[in-house]
């Protein structure tokens, strides 16, 4: 099995059907997956609108920017959509969000309507297809100051975008979207937070001293590798075990 390795990287992430613990393990001992929020719209959108909609120039696609984001959305945790849905599980939800992104065998159309039909009756946006939220990017910030990592570097999915700043910079990527499928490490290679295609949830893995409980006190949704072993379905064991 292919294994976590920074000569052979980026992509900095598994393949669909390996599991995460064993990927990231060659060379970090602790490995988080943090569940990315669904934004919830408060204010009067306008999908016409370019400081409102990042597609705004696209007559069939439409999500709101992170500047609307931060000042007229709130965040909506993956465990509030289970206690408010039909549907009864954060696998569920997980297997619904990448419904059209897999193998026919292993979609599954009832949870995806579910899933759709809740989001739209309540005025949800989904998380955003492998990227960080505006809400979790403040609270990375504030872990990478706690941890004192005083340098990272900012990579697009394959590395054809690279830059190296401080924390406090990443802001970078509410507003220069070419870091398609982000990837924060720190330059000592302590550290790093990866964002697979397709997915919606970031993976951490770290050697640094990081527990369960201080990333939810940071307000992270957090499920660790026996919860959400894989990134998929294509599993059927998993598939069938999950749901």
């Keep these: 099995m292919k294994k976590f390795n920074f000569k052979n990287t980026p992509p900095f992430y598994p393949d669909w059907d390996v599991n995460i613990r064993e990927f990231y393990s060659s060379e970090f001992k602790n490995i988080f997956v943090i569940l990315n929020p ?5 204010g009067d959108y306008d999908r016409n609108n370019q400081k409102h909609n990042r597609w705004f120039d696209n007559q069939t696609m439409d999500y709101p920017t992170s500047e609307y984001i931060n000042e007229f959305c709130r965040e909506i945790k ?18 619904a969000l990448i419904h059209h992104g897999l193998k026919k065998q292993y979609q599954n159309e009832k949870l995806a309507e579910s899933l759709s039909d809740y989001c739209n009756k309540e005025n949800i946006f989904y998380p955003p297809d492998a ?47 070419k870091y398609h ?33 201080k990333l939810n006190s940071l307000g992270l949704e957090i499920k660790n590798t026996n919860e959400f072993p894989t990134l998929n379905y294509r599993n059927k064991n998993y598939a069938q075990h999950r749901l």
Excluded: C
């Excluded at 669904?38 to 408060?42: A, E, G, Q, T, V």
């Excluded at 959509?81 to 997980?94: F, G, P, R």
């Excluded at 504030?142 to 690279?162: A, M, P, Q, R, W």
């Excluded at 919606?200 to 369960?212: D, G, K, M, Q």
């Design 38 to 42: 669904f934004i919830l719209l408060k």
């Design 78 to 95: 993956w465990q509030y959509i289970v206690e408010h849905s039909k549907l009864n599980t954060v696998a569920e939800i997980n297997h």
């Design 131 to 177: 990227e960080f939220t505006p809400y979790n990017i403040s609270r990375i910030t504030e872990l990478l100051n706690d941890l004192k990592i005083d340098s990272i570097e900012l990579t697009s999915e394959f590395g054809d975008y690279k830059t190296e700043l401080k924390p406090k910079e990443l802001k970078l990527l509410l507003t220069e979207y």
């Design 181 to 213: 499928s982000p990837t924060i490490m720190a330059t000592d290679k302590s550290l790093i937070f990866v964002n697979h295609w397709d997915s919606f949830i970031t993976i951490l893995a770290t050697n640094r001293e990081v527990s369960e409980q």
